[in-house]
């Protein structure tokens, strides 16, 4: 049956009006490969108030692997293999996010230590939504956890902000937990308007979560995603602090000691122990090196640094 309604779709709609570009002209390696043809060799750093005062978080680490558009019934068969066979430390929340398509096959076999999150969902409860999923779907999957506001969605699909905010309104309230992603473009770096955007988005979240018990925010720099630049530790803790006192001010103190801000762009095996021993990073979400059993397993138990560092 048709919907009809147009106020519904207003309402469901609102964020995705922005027109997006051509797809022959806009993949998602020609998106990647632009932003890395920009790179300088120094990041500038963006306009900090000197008022910022380190809160570090009082929560588990916690790692999440987004495997994005990637895999087949194989080789997510080999890689769930070396997750179950790998020695992981066992203070850290783990979760990997594979393509919708193979949901069903890792929640089958994965080590009960490590929970499933989405890569995406849908605005509100499913219907007439072509080639959307829904939140009902991903409970009735056995789905923990979705990812919502990542770059990719933003500045591939055109997503906005109050549109990804209304996302993890409806998913929190359906129960699931949410890995709320903000961070900036090169360019609003260099214009030293990282704060601006993070804090833009973080209130989109705000404006509507009903709570904040079961989100985790992770921030990504736009330029270090698939780019193999990473933020440097002392980059990305100037942010992550900014971001938790932003949540002291605004929204509570409590929800910004509680709250976990992980650190996502470019993280390996070969840079993730340094990266956790900053004071406001309680943990990464991973892309590429998340495809990589081993190689996911290091990054996992770089808790250890941050346990020498505390």
């Known amino acids: 049956m048709a919907v009809t309604s147009t106020s519904l779709s207003s309402q469901l709609y609102i964020g995705l009006q922005r027109p997006t570009p051509k797809f022959e002209s806009f993949t998602s390696q ?64 783990v979760v990997v996010a594979p393509p919708f398509v193979y949901i069903d096959q890792v929640k089958s076999s994965i080590t009960d230590r490590i929970e499933i999150s989405a890569q995406n969902s849908w605005v509100g409860k499913g219907g007439a939504f072509t080639g959307e999923i829904s939140v009902e ?7 923990k956890w979705v990812i919502l506001g990542h770059s990719e969605r933003r500045h591939v699909i055109g ?25 900036e473009l090169l360019e609003d770096r260099e214009a030293g308007k990282t704060f601006d ?28 995603i698939g780019t193999g630049k990473v933020a440097t530790p002392q980059q990305a803790q100037e942010v992550h602090v900014a971001i938790r006192d932003w949540l002291k001010k605004n929204v509570s103190p409590e929800v910004a000691s509680k709250t976990r801000i992980i650190y996502g762009g470019s993280v390996n095996g070969g840079n993730s122990a340094e990266l956790a021993k900053e004071e406001d990073i309680d943990g990464f979400l991973v892309g590429g090196a998340s495809l990589k059993g081993p190689e996911f397993a290091v990054i996992i ?6 346990k020498v560092a505390a």
């Open 30 to 93: 020609s998106f990647f490969d632009s932003v890395h043809s920009n790179l300088h060799l120094s990041i500038s750093a963006p306009k900090r108030s000197s008022s910022i005062v380190a809160m570090a978080s009082s929560a588990k680490f916690f790692v999440g692997g987004n495997w994005k558009c990637n895999g087949t019934k194989d080789s997510i068969s080999k890689l769930i293999n070396d997750l179950n066979s790998a020695k992981l430390e066992p203070d850290v929340d």
């Open 137 to 143: 779907q991903l409970k009735d999957l056995g789905v």
């Open 159 to 183: 997503e906005k902000d109050e549109f990804i905010g209304k996302k993890a309104a409806y998913a929190l309230s359906e129960g699931l937990g949410v890995i709320a992603c903000i961070g």
């Open 197 to 224: 955007v993070v804090f833009e988005q973080l209130k989109a979240y705000a404006d509507v979560v009903p709570s904040w018990d079961n989100i985790v925010i992770a921030y990504e720099p736009v330029w270090a």
């Open 301 to 306: 138990n770089s808790v250890t640094s941050k």
